[in-house]
């Protein structure tokens, strides 16, 4: 079974910045992708970014300049690095992994992690 364990959140104020973490049970190398989500209250759960097996990376255009995502392969941890951080960003932030074993496709996601943002 697929554990996936966030760290690193808390309360920040505005234009500060935190580094939340995800560990993985296994080798992060076993999923095609591993990602950050996060939900604020009362809205529907939201991408912020993504990095792909070969270390590819993506994130949301609203985020870009201010989020990073990245992975340290050793430790099968994947990281989000959040920079001059606004109130909006207050959220559960959650980590996902995803693979295909065969044809099927398995999403895993964490326990999430409170982050908020005051102004």
């Known amino acids: 079974q697929v554990q996936l364990a966030e760290s690193g959140g808390g309360l920040v104020q505005a234009g500060g910045s935190l580094r939340l973490s995800c560990a993985a049970s296994g080798s992060i190398f076993s999923f095609n992708a591993m990602a950050w989500y996060r939900q604020a209250p009362g809205k529907e759960r939201e991408w912020v970014a993504t990095?792909?097996?070969?270390?590819?990376?993506a994130s949301a255009d609203s985020l870009k300049g201010r989020f990073t995502i990245s992975r340290d392969i050793a430790k099968n941890t994947v990281y989000l690095q959040m920079n001059s951080l606004k109130p909006e960003d207050t959220a559960v932030y959650y980590c996902?992994?995803?693979?295909?074993?065969?044809?099927?496709?398995?999403?895993?996601w964490g326990q999430g992690i409170q982050v908020t943002v005051s102004s």
């Open positions: 996902n992994a995803h693979e295909w074993i065969g044809i099927k496709s398995y999403n895993y």
């Open positions: 990095i792909g097996n070969d270390g590819s990376t």
